[in-house]
């Protein structure tokens, strides 16, 4: 199914001509933005909630190889909205302005290129690529087609993360050469379920898509981000989020080298990723070293960024920053030097430290909302391709560093 997604052109160029024409003049400020949604499993589903708050868009269209996903979506969009199992029928669709690409990491950049041919433009879940190779393709059909790509690394919309960039971006924490970023939390069943899937009501061939061909497994279907076909694991799934904030605030491109282990504690013979992870990176053009955990057998920290500077040091989660001075204490007869600046914090989210999500910020709907934005204006969206690509990159270099059990260099 998605190979026909790759190199099928039957409407590319009328498609990006019409497509060409939408990005000289934009959507005007009364226009409906109709949007369709391939791929509608949970995490799309909450997005797909979101456009009940959302300004000037209309959920007009879902897509689900499954029935019970695809039934799921069309109690959300309404009885009016198109509904098919088959993408190409979707992107057919002349009434589709754009989509929201909430399918599997293995799907997203044959969607998301399948999408820009077809003139949409684009919303797609992190991360990007499956693959370091796709990368370029991915980028050279957005730049080819002048769609807006939006990646769904929502943290870059979030006020208080915008606020740690100029802060860090002003050289308040004077050098950075240390980040420590974790994404720890603690599940305590860990086991096969019982089927409850009819084989039947799944298009079990399209939804493997590129990946190897397979007999259908429930499991697998449900927890794909934790099979290397489908998904790369906690690298790909949550570093990736914390390594483009990093990225993106420090100006950083790809690190030179990765250092990673990882075992299976919890999940032997259930999940082929591993449950627990590090990986150190190093950027030695900046200076700096990047240090990630993660797990699922302890929630210690759970998820969080440190950037640690020689003034100061400035903690960011998902709903607060703390910004905390560096001192040092005096030694061989030197006076011990006053702090750079005082402490502050800024707390939107309430709840633990270093929660998933908040009430606030609502990164999901502050990101669509940017999407929504530069829709209409044209402009580059907050999280464009090439910080997808980027911040994809950084875990599949921890990744091969994993799996090969020595350096990765890129």
Same mark, same amino acid.
């Given at each position: 199914?998605?190979?026909?997604?790759?190199?099928?052109? &039957?409407?590319? $160029?009328?498609?990006?001509?019409?497509?060409?024409?939408?990005?000289?003049?934009?959507?005007?400020?009364?226009?409906?933005?109709? @949007?369709?949604?391939?791929?509608?499993?949970?995490?799309?589903? @909450? $997005?797909? &909630?979101?456009?009940? &708050?959302?300004?000037?868009?209309?959920?007009?269209?879902?897509?689900?190889?499954?029935?019970?996903?695809?039934?799921?979506?069309? =109690?959300?969009?309404?009885?009016?909205?198109?509904?098919?199992?088959?993408?190409?029928?979707?992107?057919?669709?002349?009434?589709?302005?754009? +989509?929201?690409?909430?399918?599997?990491?293995?799907?997203?950049?044959?969607? %998301? +290129?399948?999408?820009?041919?077809?003139?949409?433009?684009?919303?797609?879940?992190?991360?990007? %690529?499956?693959? /370091?190779?796709?990368?370029?393709?991915?980028?050279?059909?957005?730049?080819?087609?002048?769609?807006?790509?939006?990646?769904?690394? =929502?943290?870059?919309?979030?006020?208080?993360?915008?606020?740690?960039?100029?802060?860090?971006?002003?050289?308040?924490?004077?050098?950075?050469?240390?980040?420590?970023? %974790?994404?720890?939390?603690?599940?305590?069943?860990?086991?096969?379920?019982?089927? %409850?899937?009819?084989?039947?009501?799944?298009?079990?061939?399209?939804?493997?898509?590129?990946?190897?061909?397979?007999?259908?497994?429930?499991?697998?279907?449900?927890?794909?981000?934790? #099979?290397?076909? #489908?998904?790369?694991?906690?690298?790909?799934?949550?570093?990736?989020?914390?390594?483009?904030?990093? =990225?993106?605030?420090?100006?950083?491109?790809?690190?030179?080298?990765?250092?990673?282990?990882?075992?299976?504690?919890?999940?032997?013979?259930?999940?082929?990723?591993?449950?627990?992870?590090?990986?150190?990176?190093?950027?030695?053009?900046?200076?700096?070293?990047?240090?990630?955990?993660? !797990?699922? @057998?302890?929630? &210690?920290?759970?998820?969080?960024?440190?950037?640690?500077?020689?003034?100061?040091?400035?903690?960011?989660?998902?709903?607060?920053?703390?910004?905390? /001075?560096?001192?040092?204490?005096?030694?061989?007869?030197?006076?011990?030097?006053?702090?750079?600046?005082?402490?502050?914090?800024? @707390?939107?989210?309430?709840?633990?430290?270093?929660?998933?999500?908040?009430?606030?910020?609502?990164?999901?709907?502050?990101? $669509?909302?940017?999407?929504?934005?530069?829709?209409?204006?044209?402009?580059?969206?907050?999280?464009?391709?090439?910080?997808?690509?980027?911040?994809?990159?950084?875990?599949?270099?921890?990744?091969?560093? $994993?799996? !090969?059990? =020595?350096?990765?260099?890129?």
């Amino acid at each position: 199914m998605l190979k026909s997604a790759m190199t099928n052109r &039957r409407y590319f $160029l009328p498609a990006l001509a019409a497509g060409a024409l939408r990005a000289k003049r934009g959507f005007a400020a009364s226009d409906t933005v109709r @949007v369709g949604c391939i791929g509608t499993g949970g995490r799309a589903q @909450v $997005l797909m &909630r979101t456009f009940e &708050r959302l300004k000037g868009a209309q959920l007009a269209a879902v897509c689900d190889v499954w029935d019970a996903n695809l039934e799921r979506a069309r =109690q959300i969009a309404g009885p009016a909205a198109f509904a098919t199992k088959d993408y190409r029928a979707l992107l057919d669709r002349k009434d589709i302005d754009a +989509v929201l690409i909430g399918a599997p990491d293995h799907q997203h950049v044959p969607l %998301t +290129v399948a999408a820009c041919e077809a003139g949409k433009d684009v919303y797609v879940e992190k991360p990007l %690529t499956h693959e /370091p190779g796709e990368g370029e393709l991915v980028t050279g059909a957005q730049k080819r087609s002048g769609r807006v790509v939006q990646v769904g690394l =929502q943290q870059r919309s979030m006020p208080h993360i915008q606020k740690a960039y100029e802060m860090i971006r002003s050289g308040m924490l004077g050098k950075v050469h240390k980040v420590h970023l %974790t994404w720890n939390r603690n599940h305590d069943r860990w086991e096969r379920p019982r089927a %409850t899937i009819d084989p039947a009501t799944v298009d079990w061939k399209a939804w493997l898509g590129k990946a190897r061909a397979q007999p259908f497994d429930e499991y697998r279907f449900r927890q794909w981000r934790w #099979f290397w076909d #489908f998904g790369g694991g906690i690298f790909t799934d949550l570093m990736v989020h914390h390594i483009d904030i990093v =990225q993106w605030i420090l100006g950083l491109g790809n690190p030179a080298s990765a250092t990673s282990v990882g075992d299976n504690f919890a999940t032997k013979g259930l999940w082929e990723t591993p449950d627990t992870v590090q990986t150190l990176m190093r950027y030695p053009e900046h200076e700096l070293q990047v240090y990630f955990e993660g !797990t699922f @057998v302890n929630a &210690r920290n759970a998820e969080m960024i440190e950037f640690m500077g020689t003034e100061g040091t400035l903690y960011l989660d998902r709903g607060r920053y703390e910004l905390y /001075p560096e001192t040092r204490r005096a030694t061989y007869g030197a006076q011990a030097r006053k702090a750079p600046f005082e402490y502050s914090e800024w @707390v939107l989210g309430s709840g633990p430290k270093g929660a998933d999500f908040y009430e606030n910020p609502n990164g999901e709907l502050l990101h $669509l909302s940017n999407w929504l934005e530069c829709i209409r204006s044209r402009r580059t969206p907050a999280a464009p391709v090439e910080a997808g690509v980027l911040s994809a990159a950084a875990a599949h270099l921890a990744n091969r560093a $994993l799996r !090969t059990g =020595q350096v990765a260099y890129w």
